[in-house]
């Protein structure tokens, strides 16, 4: 667990020194939007942290770790998204006006909080239907287990036949129908029947 962890730290530090060399070697201006975009930016390389941490970091069990690959998808989406959308930004910051370029950083990043808080929930749900299905099922064994005790117990025939058949139940099978082909009469065979019978 502890070095799954500092792998996706460490792949977070890289991309924010990516995004950091890139953003101050590229000869940009630095306008009132290229700040902008430089802070929504570096704030969504930080938000991969919390990302993977909801996503991987949340259940214990690795089934519930398998439900947030969707959660850590889409942080990875608005990341490249929101790195376009911001380089974009710094390159045209003496063309686009600032509020142009923050009503888009801001749109995209409440997109990105909804898809997150639906995704959680839909795995919170998920698993709240599998923990029901696997309680179900350990139910049912155990009243499975009383039976087949009984039933090593019993001595009526019948009772125990009865108990046999519930802790082994067999698939029913739809009954096959048999159909006999009718006996195919020709002509010529009516033809004598009736003549024998005027005769």
Known sequence: MKKNLVRELVLVALALAVFLVLAFVIPFEHTKLYWTAFAFSLFAVLMQVV???LAFHKGETYKSKFYGFPIARLGVIYLIVQM???FLGMALGDRVPLWCGALCYVLLFAAFVVGLVGADA???VVESQDEKVKTAQGGML???S???ALAGACDDAETKNYLGCFCNPKPRRSPVRVTTPKPKTTSQSSRRISATVTR
């Open 51 to 53: 990302t993977i941490g």
């Open 142 to 144: 155990l009243l499975q």
């Open 146 to 148: 009383k039976a087949a």
């Open 122 to 124: 839909a795995r919170e």
């Open 84 to 86: 376009l959308l911001g």
